[in-house]
Protein backbone atom coordinates (compact mmCIF):
# COMPACT_ATOMS: atom_id res chain seq x y z
CA UNK A 1 0.00 0.00 0.00
CA UNK A 2 2.74 2.64 0.99
CA UNK A 3 4.57 1.90 -2.10
CA UNK A 4 2.03 2.17 -4.40
CA UNK A 5 1.85 5.52 -2.64
CA UNK A 6 5.48 6.16 -3.26
CA UNK A 7 5.24 5.27 -6.64
CA UNK A 8 2.47 7.99 -7.48
CA UNK A 9 3.97 10.58 -5.40
CA UNK A 10 7.45 10.11 -7.24
CA UNK A 11 5.34 10.49 -10.49
CA UNK A 12 3.51 13.20 -9.71
CA UNK A 13 6.54 14.93 -8.99
CA UNK A 14 8.34 13.88 -12.24
CA UNK A 15 5.29 14.80 -14.30
CA UNK A 16 5.43 18.41 -12.76
CA UNK A 17 8.77 18.82 -13.93
CA UNK A 18 8.20 19.14 -17.54
CA UNK A 19 5.65 19.51 -20.15
CA UNK A 20 6.93 16.32 -22.29
CA UNK A 21 6.92 14.51 -18.83
CA UNK A 22 3.51 15.92 -17.64
CA UNK A 23 2.18 14.77 -20.90
CA UNK A 24 3.48 11.09 -20.84
CA UNK A 25 3.18 9.89 -17.38
CA UNK A 26 -0.30 11.76 -16.98
CA UNK A 27 -1.39 9.23 -19.55
CA UNK A 28 0.63 6.20 -18.56
CA UNK A 29 0.50 6.32 -14.91
CA UNK A 30 -3.95 6.76 -15.27
CA UNK A 31 -3.95 3.96 -17.51
CA UNK A 32 -2.04 1.44 -15.39
CA UNK A 33 -3.69 2.01 -12.23
CA UNK A 34 -6.62 1.53 -13.56
CA UNK A 35 -5.05 -1.85 -15.24
CA UNK A 36 -3.47 -2.76 -12.32
CA UNK A 37 -6.17 -1.89 -9.68
CA UNK A 38 -9.40 -2.87 -11.12
CA UNK A 39 -11.15 -5.90 -10.78
CA UNK A 40 -14.83 -7.54 -10.52
CA UNK A 41 -14.66 -6.80 -6.57
CA UNK A 42 -13.69 -3.54 -6.56
CA UNK A 43 -14.21 -1.79 -9.52
CA UNK A 44 -12.75 1.82 -8.40
CA UNK A 45 -9.99 0.65 -6.62
CA UNK A 46 -8.21 3.36 -8.61
CA UNK A 47 -9.38 6.42 -7.87
CA UNK A 48 -7.81 7.72 -4.74
CA UNK A 49 -4.43 6.90 -6.39
CA UNK A 50 -5.55 8.89 -9.79
CA UNK A 51 -6.88 11.66 -7.47
CA UNK A 52 -3.75 11.46 -5.44
CA UNK A 53 -1.21 11.54 -8.81
CA UNK A 54 -3.70 14.37 -9.92
CA UNK A 55 -4.04 16.55 -6.86
CA UNK A 56 0.13 16.04 -5.80
CA UNK A 57 1.02 17.73 -9.47
CA UNK A 58 -1.26 20.91 -8.15
CA UNK A 59 1.13 21.09 -5.50
CA UNK A 60 4.77 21.75 -6.59
CA UNK A 61 7.78 21.45 -4.90
CA UNK A 62 10.47 24.12 -5.19
CA UNK A 63 13.88 22.79 -5.98
CA UNK A 64 16.11 23.25 -3.04
CA UNK A 65 13.76 21.33 -0.91
CA UNK A 66 13.16 18.50 -3.77
CA UNK A 67 14.09 15.28 -1.34
CA UNK A 68 12.90 16.33 1.87
CA UNK A 69 9.35 17.41 0.64
CA UNK A 70 9.24 14.26 -1.36
CA UNK A 71 10.05 11.90 1.42
CA UNK A 72 7.47 13.74 3.68
CA UNK A 73 4.64 13.83 1.48
CA UNK A 74 5.52 9.96 0.26
CA UNK A 75 5.73 8.80 3.96
CA UNK A 76 2.79 10.52 5.93
CA UNK A 77 0.53 8.21 3.99
CA UNK A 78 2.32 5.14 5.85
CA UNK A 79 2.50 6.75 9.32
CA UNK A 80 -0.92 7.01 9.80
CA UNK A 81 -1.47 2.92 9.57
CA UNK A 82 1.17 2.33 12.14
CA UNK A 83 -0.71 3.95 14.63
CA UNK A 84 -3.87 2.25 13.81
CA UNK A 85 -2.45 -1.05 14.05
CA UNK A 86 -0.17 -0.75 16.87
CA UNK A 87 -3.13 0.76 18.71
CA UNK A 88 -5.52 -2.65 18.29
CA UNK A 89 -2.72 -4.99 19.07
CA UNK A 90 -2.21 -3.94 22.92
CA UNK A 91 -5.86 -4.81 23.47
Known amino acids: MC ?29 FLVFLLTDTFN ?10 FVFLQLRLIPGTGDACALMCISLC ?5 SFSVSAFQNH
Do not use: D, T
Open 3 to 31: LCYGIVCGASYAASLNLILCFFLNLWVQF
Open 43 to 52: PKAYFLYGME
Open 77 to 81: HCRPH
